[in-house]
């Protein structure tokens, strides 16, 4: 597939979702992870309930333990600041008892449930809107350590896979996708593929912010563990 032909690919995805989500800014983590997964970046295995469905615990067999628990809702920007999430839930009672829990949160919407995924490297790809300089990507270290290193960058959008690759030898933590210190080596082609889509998202100038946070790198994949987006206001999409 050539880069043009991917990037109409991506557009028109984007395009459809918003068609669907038309009036929302900013979007609740699972709906952002549906676009991403359709887009071909990996997510957890996941399944939505709605208050009202959560509450009569619908069938997660398909769901394999451990499970992880999130507040699901437009009204709360941070779910870990408020203790909205549950993880290491490993039985139908810890999940009861944690669903019952969030549901009493104010402006609860419902609960998302998802397969916990293994500990990984903790990036954060994103992008935002700039003034002065329009589309940008970012990649830094994610999780907690966002905050303490400043290892962050930033590209204009949108990326080939080999100006992704150039932005990322630039990161400092660089050293830890090459096995520093007898680590095993780490799925670069995979955060190649998350940047370029990201870069091509934000080229839309159709989001205003966006935020993978962490995404979990592995020596064989990666696993993108919480996501957040915020729209920016459309007139109409052509």
């Known amino acids: 597939m050539s880069g043009m032909t991917k990037k109409v690919a991506v557009f028109d995805v984007l395009k459809e979702f918003l ?43 398909d769901l394999a333990y451990p499970l992880v628990v999130k507040i699901s809702s ?9 203790g909205g999430v549950k ?10 008892e944690a669903v019952i829990e969030l549901l009493r949160f ?13 500990p990984g ?3 954060i790809v994103g992008g935002m809107v700039d003034e002065q300089f329009g589309p940008v990507v970012m990649l830094g270290l994610g999780g907690i350590f966002v905050e303490f290193f400043r290892d962050v960058f930033f590209a204009l959008a949108p990326l080939t896979k080999e100006e992704a690759l150039s932005f990322v030898k630039r990161f400092k933590a660089f050293k830890l996708f090459e096995g520093y210190r007898g680590r095993p080596t780490l799925d670069l082609e995979m955060i190649l593929q998350i940047i370029v889509v990201v870069s091509e998202l934000m080229e839309s100038s159709l989001i205003a912010e966006m935020d993978l946070n962490p ?24």
């Open 87 to 96: 993880v290491g839930i490993s039985d139908k009672n810890e999940l009861k």
């Open 74 to 82: 437009t009204k709360i920007a941070s779910k870990s600041d408020v």
């Open 215 to 238: 995404v979990a790198l592995y020596p064989k994949g990666a696993m993108i563990l919480d996501a957040k987006m915020q729209l920016k206001k459309q007139k109409g999409i052509s």
């Open 121 to 123: 490297l903790e990036l």
């Open 19 to 61: 068609e669907k989500n038309k009036g929302e800014e900013d979007l609740v983590e699972y709906k952002v992870k549906d676009l991403l997964k359709e887009l071909g970046l990996p997510v957890p295995k996941g399944i939505v309930m709605p208050r009202d469905q959560a509450a009569r615990m619908p069938d997660l067999s």
């Open 106 to 118: 104010d402006n609860a919407e419902g609960v998302y449930v998802e397969e916990m995924a293994p």
